[in-house]
């Protein structure tokens, strides 16, 4: 994996600006260079530092392509995986996902968290089984793959998701019970980004507004 870059600049002028204009990101990218074997620690030629950048960018291009592949393939075959789990009872959909591998996967995550949205007003019901399916998904992500504090991030936002249905259908005991897991995992096992933080706060909003308790 390769480390971020301190400042954000388009692909054409991030040789140019690790060359004369950010001395945090250039040590940077100096350092990791020298690790990879790229350019002699000690070697700081104008020519070469731009070589073995350009070798470093492509090299991260490549594999962002490939992983941005591989997340596009798994998410289409989510969207295979929804389609076979739907006509299901619900405790046999359950069940089966849980006794199945092939089900433990980023992408029918994603897809049952879209399948949630799109129920969530027409039948508010089948959007909270749809969403203790993601979180069961959640649960089974393979930690060493994505991250332990990711896999706690994802699981988050499924329990956001589960106390806004619940909302929606008017389980507001519920609703807060969901609320109340989602920031544990968040605060104790994730992250804690501050875009799922302002999520989970906006969702949790419109709880507070419909039970009458939001404050101006």
Known sequence: AFPRLTCTYPLASL???LLSQCEACSEMAH??????????AKARGKAGWEQAYEEVFQRALVFARQEEERIA???VRGWAQWASLEPLASRIRFAS???DPRYHTFGLYIRLLEASRW???????KAVEILRLAILVAEKLDPARIGKERVADLRAAAWA???NAKR?????DGARRAFNQAWRILEEEGTFDPMEAARITSLEASYMK???EFET
């Open 119 to 125: 129920n969530l007003r027409r039948e508010p019901a």
């Open 168 to 172: 929606v259908a008017e389980d507001f």
């Open 161 to 163: 998701d589960l106390g």
């Open 31 to 40: 350092r990791v260079t020298a690790e990879m074997g790229l350019w002699p």
């Open 15 to 17: 040789i140019a600006h």
């Open 210 to 212: 419909d039970i009458g």
């Open 73 to 75: 393939l798994e998410k």
């Open 97 to 99: 996902v849980e006794s």
